[in-house]
């Protein structure tokens, strides 16, 4: 995993092309980078963050960061049901529930 300003990006590699090619994954805007080492792909990563702020700034534009916090969640009508009901007797919402039922997922 790489970081720059803020910004992550993961890298994989392509056998077939024999590249290493990236992506920032904390961001709803496609920003990639390709190299063919490790060096090289640590300096393109960088490379197109700033290029991609840089061009932001250019255009007058905001641009988009990683997570604002909010997100759209798609559950069964059963599952939703069972998880307000939890929520309830647990005297939490149900965003505090399902919230808390993720961070452990995540620090698990």
């Known amino acids: 995993m790489l970081k720059h300003r803020g910004y992550t990006g993961v890298v994989e590699y392509d ?3 024999d590249i290493l090619f990236g992506k920032v994954i ?3 805007a496609v920003i990639t980078f390709i190299g063919k080492s490790t060096t090289t792909i640590k300096k393109e990563f960088k490379a197109s963050i700033d290029c991609y702020l840089d061009a932001c700034k250019r ?3 905001e641009p988009k960061r990683p997570f604002s ?6 559950l ?4 939703h049901r069972n ?3 939890k929520a309830v007797l647990k005297g939490k919402s149900l965003n505090r529930l399902i919230s808390d ?3 452990h997922e995540i620090e698990a």
């Not at 916090?69 to 798609?74: C, E």
């Not at 069964?76 to 599952?79: E, F, G, R, V």
Request: charged share 30%.
């Open 69 to 74: 916090g909010n997100i759209r969640l798609r």
């Open 76 to 79: 069964s009508p059963q599952l």
């Open 15 to 17: 056998e077939d092309a």
């Open 83 to 85: 998880a307000m009901i």
């Open 59 to 61: 255009k007058g534009l």
């Open 26 to 28: 904390d961001v709803n």
């Open 101 to 103: 039922a993720v961070e």
